[in-house]
């Protein structure tokens, strides 16, 4: 027995699997550099206790990311060479040491982990002939390993008598709905620490204190710290419409051939965010599987990480601005010849048409750039950029999640800068900003001029009782309320006539299409984008939701933002509780 036991404790890869939580179950036990073996073979010195990481859950308390403990499979490079015990061992008497065949090693571990076993014992073989030339490489072979498969691996080793591997104790995140909002959540490195999304900002929250005992032995303690484990994190998410939104995105995406696409649904009044789908997205399970084979740069969220130019959505705040700032007025008439000169460079709507005689109204549902720069420049561009900043474009939205991106706009005072891009900023060409910073935007026109911080935390709850909860925060006034509301009413007047398809039976609805170039590598591609941002209800504001499709199919947004818009609200409306604001008539 006493053979067995030293053995074992050669071998190093066999040690036991409830090794891993040790007299508890809501901790990890780390040996820490500087513990080291008495002569009465006792550990002293400092070990430390990691934390569990907070659990993260939706809104209604579902979870969406919990934590279990987990293996680190590691070549033990030390033995590389691969070793294997044979013979009776002794205190006297030292083991003998043969070379492992790596081929074995492979067949039995690769099977449990579904992994390949020819491409195992090539990565094997490599770290042998590595640490025989005195060379350092990763001796990683696989990351959070389940523990019913470190018993199976150690198992099958221990008959076979083969040595080589060590275990490390660790702790897998775990996704109880799948990928589900994966790039909004982010994921955990094996550090570990909270990389992009909601990890990342909240890493100090959801990673806890770790604890520390300090002793002589382990009956003699001079200092014990407790550990603290870490915040559960309640998201502001519904993962009942979130699930919906991300089917019904990777439907319009194959109906139209896009390449990617957004969708984000904002309560108008406070900024928390309902629903968030950004595609292609990831499975945060296998984040650093894919960072290791694609690179990190796929992990990112595109929908606070990548700028767009937002297109005709942008005609919305223009009007408003004109508004506002008092050089246009809701009645007041504009000639559209079909193209605008800027410098002896002309501006022309889609299709190079003329629309003669219009309305602000008419401006929106016929989408006229033409017009859209004239209220631009008759604002001057002091002005026009000074209501552009008080939407938000040029600077990050404050969200609680990390990798956000502040845009691109050149304003009248940048080298570069000409009344040209006055022109095409007005209907969002030359300008580009994230899907956040555009719905964000719009919104302020749903909450009567009011920008908020849009936000995806609603509360956190630590392990001593005490909680943490949002409250919604006002940023800045960009319009007044009754310009607004005045906008509101003329975008609603605009879908009404012309993209009736987009409402639902009940609720009033306004928005605007945006159709903007494509770009690949910093040069402008055949493809669009394509999107639609919309409030609803148009008269009694609270939600603002934006969907984008990126190189789509389809000639104009109309055509491609219509049903996906159409289902998304129906489906938002119905789930969130949201009142209708208009008498359906019955038939």
Known sequence: MASNKRLSFLLIAFITLIGVVFARTSSFYVVSASEKKSSSGLLVGESKYMPMRGVITDRMGAPLVTTQASYNIRAQTRLMGGLQVTGEITSTVRPRLTVTDTGRMANLIAPVMGASAPALKAKLDTLVMDYAGDRYSPTMLFSNVTLSQTYAITTALREQKIAGIELEESAMRVYPQGDLAGPLLGFVSLQPLGYTGVEGYYEQKLAGVA????????????????????????????SVLQNYVENRLAQAISATNSSGGSVIVM??????????????????????QIANEQGAAVLRDQNISDAYEPGSVMKLLTIAAGLDSGKISRTQLFNDTGKFDVGGQYIYNSGYKKYGTVDLVDVLQESINVVAAQIAKDMTAPI??????????????????????????????????????????????????SPLQVVSAINALANDGVIVQPYVVQQASYPNGKTETRRPVQVRTTVSAQTAKAVREMAAQSIKDGMPKAMIPGYTLAGKTGTANWYKNGKKADTTIQSFVGIVPASQPRLTILVKLDEPNTAYARDSMGPIFHDIQERAVRLLGIPPDVVVKSP
Do not use: C, H, M
């Open 211 to 238: 604890g520390e005992i300090n002793r002589r032995s382990l009956l003699d303690l001079i200092s014990v710290t407790e550990e603290i484990d870490g915040a559960t994190i309640q998201l502001t998410l519904d």
């Open 384 to 433: 026009f950029y000074d209501y552009i900043n008080r939407f938000g474009f040029g600077q990050r939205t404050g969200i609680d999640l990390a990798g956000e991106t502040v845009g691109l706009v050149r304003s009248y005072n940048d080298a570069g800068w000409t009344r040209a891009d006055l022109a095409t900023n007005s209907y969002g060409q030359g300008i580009a900003a």
């Open 267 to 288: 309560d108008s009044r406070t900024g928390a965010i309902y629903a968030w789908a950004s595609a292609p997205g990831y499975d945060p399970a296998k984040a650093t």
